[in-house]
């Protein structure tokens, strides 16, 4: 049976290696990332006095960009931990997924909320479970059950290691969030590469690096995933 623990120094260290030597890209990503997601919802507000139809149909809009780009950014980091830099271009890619992504969505919340009903506890934990969907469905392009379940066999035996390593990435983002704002900069992008990689550990992929990450400076690929057949 495949070992599924990851360690959690090993991911943070691959996300915050890749973060300095991408910098600049990452950067850039960000504020792109903000102001796709944003444009449409400040242009709902300056239209929704006089035009509360339009105003409508732009939030809505906005929403299922919102989606797009988040999954954009798995993407992105997705394929830093396959070695290869991403690209701008990778945040509008996942138009496709949209439908897939957003009825997980509501079985993912649907599930929270009845274990939450059942003490608290349950929907705690089922939380956790099925908290990888989104890189299955954005990886392997799977339909929401398939992407659910495929998410509950990846997270069995390390529930509570995700959630301390889900918290423990939450605190250095504050972290960079106290530095005046600028240290997310560097803090999101290296958090959200570090949960990529040990969600490639955790979904069968043994993840072997070599000395550096993909960088602006490194040609060729920096590790390598060894999928099991």
Same mark, same amino acid.
């Given at each position: 049976?495949?070992?599924?623990?990851?360690?959690?120094?090993?991911?943070? =260290?691959? +996300?915050?290696?890749?973060?300095?030597?991408?910098?600049?890209?990452?950067?850039?990503?960000?504020?792109?990332?903000?102001?796709?997601?944003?444009?449409?919802?400040?242009?709902?507000? /300056?239209?929704?006095?006089? /035009?509360?139809?339009?105003? &409508?149909? !732009? =939030?809505?809009?906005?929403?299922?960009?919102?989606?797009?780009?988040?999954? +954009?950014?798995?993407?992105?980091?997705?394929?830093?931990?396959?070695?290869?830099?991403?690209? !701008? *271009?990778?945040?509008? =890619? =996942?138009?496709?997924?949209?439908?897939?992504?957003? &009825?997980?969505?509501?079985?993912?919340?649907?599930?929270?909320?009845?274990?939450?009903?059942? #003490?608290?506890?349950?929907?705690?934990?089922?939380?956790?479970?099925?908290?990888?969907?989104?890189? /299955?469905?954005?990886?392997?392009? !799977?339909?929401?059950?398939?992407? #659910?379940?495929?998410?509950?066999?990846?997270?069995?035996?390390?529930?509570?290691?995700?959630?301390?390593?889900?918290?423990? !990435?939450?605190?250095?983002?504050?972290? +960079?969030?106290?530095?005046?704002?600028?240290?997310?900069?560097?803090?999101?992008?290296?958090?959200?590469?570090?949960?990529?990689?040990?969600?490639?550990?955790?979904? +069968?992929?043994?993840?072997?690096?070599?000395?550096?990450?993909?960088? *602006?400076?490194?040609?060729?690929?920096?590790?390598?995933?060894?999928?099991?057949?």
């Amino acid at each position: 049976m495949r070992d599924k623990r990851f360690s959690m120094g090993e991911a943070i =260290s691959f +996300g915050w290696e890749t973060m300095k030597a991408n910098v600049g890209f990452f950067i850039g990503l960000l504020i792109v990332a903000f102001l796709v997601e944003n444009v449409l919802s400040i242009m709902s507000g /300056f239209v929704e006095g006089d /035009f509360p139809a339009i105003a &409508a149909l !732009l =939030s809505l809009a906005g929403a299922v960009v919102g989606i797009v780009v988040q999954m +954009g950014l798995i993407k992105v980091s997705l394929k830093f931990c396959d070695g290869i830099k991403g690209k !701008l *271009d990778d945040l509008l =890619s =996942s138009f496709h997924l949209v439908l897939k992504y957003v &009825a997980a969505a509501i079985l993912y919340g649907l599930i929270v909320l009845v274990g939450l009903l059942l #003490l608290i506890v349950p929907g705690v934990i089922w939380g956790i479970k099925y908290s990888l969907f989104p890189y /299955f469905i954005v990886d392997h392009e !799977l339909g929401p059950i398939a992407a #659910l379940k495929a998410s509950g066999e990846a997270t069995n035996g390390v529930k509570w290691d995700l959630c301390l390593f889900g918290g423990l !990435l939450g605190l250095i983002n504050i972290a +960079g969030a106290l530095a005046l704002l600028v240290g997310l900069f560097a803090t999101v992008p290296a958090t959200m590469v570090a949960y990529a990689h040990a969600y490639r550990t955790l979904a +069968g992929g043994a993840v072997t690096q070599s000395a550096e990450p993909a960088g *602006d400076a490194v040609k060729g690929n920096a590790m390598y995933i060894k999928m099991e057949a």
